[in-house]
């Protein structure tokens, strides 16, 4: 429990006894907490007053639900231990575990003051100074105070190199690097991931903890790149990550010598939650890709791993993973025709929120987007409508917010609400109004070509800026503005085949294929519509192999080949089947009522499981 040494004989006995108390089997809590409280009635010394208050507020936290006790005993050992003159451990544990509990209680303006002041006369003692960055760092993070966060984690850094610690400076430059690329500023991440990287390559330190820096920073990489929407190139970087991961799972830490130096002791992630980690970035990038065979393979995987390791460690960060891998699976369920287990996997990802509430208010806007993309595929447009809305009030993510302003544009267009649609558009591209003409005067062109830059510029990852052409393209279809509706098609296609988006290629070639069979030219829809086919196929997405299979039967009938149309009939009426079959499923089900709530607490009284065992 503590060091001892030169202690008087009461304490001695009495912390011995406590100690007895707390690890005999079954532990006897009450009587541990008993012997530390009597040790109050011999007037101690501050430093053990303060050191018994901290041994009180622990044992309160891991073994009883009492948080207001625990509380009051850290306070009393923060008040006393901060200010004795000798540097002593106590004080810095008891700031980090009180500023740990303010969290729990939501109060983290508490939390802040009291770790800076720990902070200030933290720097005799390294191993803790560098903790409590780490801390405070952490909390303004979670408060969205990234510039405040990355401030702490540069003094960090400077600090690592002064103590000649390596390793840890390059703990502190990704971590900050981390949050810059959350915080969108790509320059800064540049900077920072160029420095990381050679530092990485010229360490010296252990294999394990070299190896383990290397996938802290192709994470960020690969992140950085998908973040872009850049899904070709981060290839390299990922086949790098996965690689790294092996390499660092064959490797023994136990075989290797300690480092003299204390702070060296920090760990960025265990072994499996690295695993877990490198699944996750794995299956997004599978997804962007729209290989959603691969998607729900690694998901899988993550998953069964991230239930294995909670048994014995319930971490707040698996949740997170497990949240974020449900997001991912989610979409490609919906993408695959798979509405049911969509709708339940929702209710899942809400029921992990439940477990981790802060989860609620940092993932809310991605739970009421599927459920927007969910009540879209069941044609449920209203319902549709309000989620979208709901999720971009809860965001304030720009690719999010710019996501779920394209797909409430095509609630719009299907709804038939042209003013709705072009005042939407307006803040994401420029209105249609501008580039309506198809003359090829060079005023037009210069308009074009203005609006096409707006649209570039306006919005920051490849891919986004793919599908808001492609949301152009399909406005001036709905328009039969088809001369406009080719050219933003032909540019999101020259996009997505520059970053392998498939999905996305696949869509374009199938609404090309459409407005050449509605302008008569058969054997160009036919030259679309084929290659559309098989790529969804590959992908599979069920509703482009429908719309794909239902021009084909159309095309085939225009050409008289009857054995082909046939065919095409017949593989648009089992999409259709299948689809209508799990559409029906989806809509008997209960949590399908899910698509009502837009605010207040998550009704889990829509659980199917809840249902069924009311009845």
Known sequence: MASVVDAEPWYVSLLGLAETFRTSNPPNIRLCIHCLQSIFNFQPSPR?????????????????????????????????????????????EAASVLAQVFEKQLEVNLAK????????????????????????????????????????????????????????????????????????????????????????????????????????FLVLQVCHYLMAGQVKSVKPCLKQLQQSIQTVTQLHSDDEPLSSNQIDQFQWLPKEHMCVLVYLVTVMHSMQAGYMDKAQKYTDKALMQIEKLKMLDAHPLLSSFQLMLLEHIIMCRLIMGSKSAAIQEIFQACNVCQQQPRLFSTHGAQIHTLLGLYAMSMNCMEAAESQFNTAFKLSSEIDLRTFVKLNLAIVYLRTNRPTNLISLLETVVTPSSKVSSSSSSSSSSSSRKSTDSEIMNRIGSHSLRASAFYVRGLQAFFQASYSEAKRYLRETLKMANAEDLNRLTSCSLVLLGHIFLSLGNNREAMNMVTPAMQLAGKIPDVHVQLWASSLLKDLYHLCGDQVNEAEGYRMHTNFSQDLL????????????????????????????????SML
């Open 48 to 92: 053990i007053e303060s050191r018994t208050h901290l041994q009180l507020g622990n044992i309160l936290l891991a073994h009883t639900k009492n948080l207001d006790l625990a509380r009051f005993h850290l306070e009393k050992a923060w008040a006393i231990s901060s200010n004795l003159a000798s540097v002593d451990d106590v004080r810095f």
């Open 581 to 612: 079959k799990d559409h029906f499923q989806s809509s008997q089900m209960s949590e399908h009522g899910l698509i009502q709530w837009t605010e207040g607490p998550c009704p889990f009284h829509l659980s199917s499981e809840a249902s069924s």
């Open 113 to 216: 003051p009291i770790l800076r002041r720990a902070i200030e006369i933290s720097q005799q003692a390294p191993y803790w100074h560098c903790r409590l960055l780490f801390h405070l760092a952490q909390i303004h993070a979670s408060e969205r105070e990234y510039a405040s966060a990355c401030q702490l984690l540069g003094v960090g850094s400077d600090f690592a190199l002064t103590a000649r610690s390596d390793y840890l400076r390059l703990l502190f430059l990704l971590s900050k690097g981390m949050l810059l690329l959350v915080d969108k500023k790509v320059s800064e991440v540049k900077e920072v991931l160029s420095l990381s990287g050679a530092l990485i390559e010229h360490y010296k330190g252990s294999p394990t903890q070299k190896e383990s820096l290397n996938v802290f």
